[in-house]
């Protein structure tokens, strides 16, 4: 509220700045920001649904060519957080979901395993059609489509990124190493104009054949945990 001098303190303000409106009633900030955020969901929807569209476009691909869906991502599209896997299995390209069936459940696991909900993460693929047999993607393949997922991580813009497999991070750090010399070490990469930081682990498909590995992949969720708490990311 103005003070007793509210007409002289309105004069003052309208010579050295527009015309302000005063008013008793409170502003809705939650509302505010509820409203930012459905705008803002909206619009990464619809530059989603573009890239998928281009995507889909790709000609003279032996993947595209030999799978049923497309595997895009689901989860948060708002989330601080985005994982990204291989390539979908069979049950994944059939249901057009990242994550599906027992790998999932293990997933599901790892994450609440460090207080997080799935639903309050995005994840994605670094390929986005099922590869023949599910056999690994070539170079070649995830070089082709790292254009893409690179145009997807800077759609979703998340705070931090989980690279999950040796084609996740290929994709998207360049590293043709054994992922157990990355793993488990932060390192940054630059996407458009931001710098965004990214841990590298083991796939939770790989943990099924390999479950002595699992200990590593703690070690990895601890670590990402304290990045959460460090950023002051609450999820």
């Known amino acids: ?44 929807e619809a530059r989603i649904l573009s890239l998928k569209k281009k995507i889909n476009s790709i000609k003279d691909c032996n993947l595209r060519n030999n799978s049923k869906n497309l595997v895009m991502g689901d989860g948060d599209i708002n989330s601080p957080i985005m994982l990204i896997g291989e390539a979908p299995n069979e049950k994944e390209d059939l249901e057009a979901k990242t994550f599906c069936g027992d790998v999932g459940v293990l997933l599901n696991k790892m994450l609440m395993a460090i207080n ?62 054994q992922i157990s010399n990355e793993r488990g070490n932060w390192k940054e990469i630059i996407i458009g104009n931001r710098t965004i930081p990214v841990i590298i682990t083991f796939n939770p498909s790989y943990l099924f054949r390999y479950p002595d590995k699992k200990k590593y992949s703690w070690e990895d969720l601890k670590k990402i945990r304290k990045k959460l708490e460090n950023l002051n990311i609450i999820i």
Not at 2 to 20: A, G, I, R
Not at 138 to 152: G, M
Request: charged share 30%; net charge positive; proline share 6%.
């Open 1 to 44: 509220m103005l003070n007793q001098n509210s007409k002289y303190d309105q004069s003052f303000l309208d010579k050295v700045e527009p015309k302000f409106e005063f008013s008793n009633k409170p502003i809705n900030r939650l509302k505010i920001v509820k409203e930012s955020g459905i705008q803002n969901k909206t619009a990464k």
């Open 116 to 177: 997080i909900k799935r639903e309050k993460v995005y994840s994605a693929y670094s390929i986005n059609f099922r590869p023949p047999n599910d056999r690994k993607p070539t170079s070649q393949e995830i070089k082709r489509y790292s254009v893409f997922l690179k145009e997807h991580i800077s759609i979703i813009d998340p705070k931090i990124l989980i690279l999950m497999g040796t084609t996740a991070m290929e994709a998207v750090t360049g590293l043709n190493t």
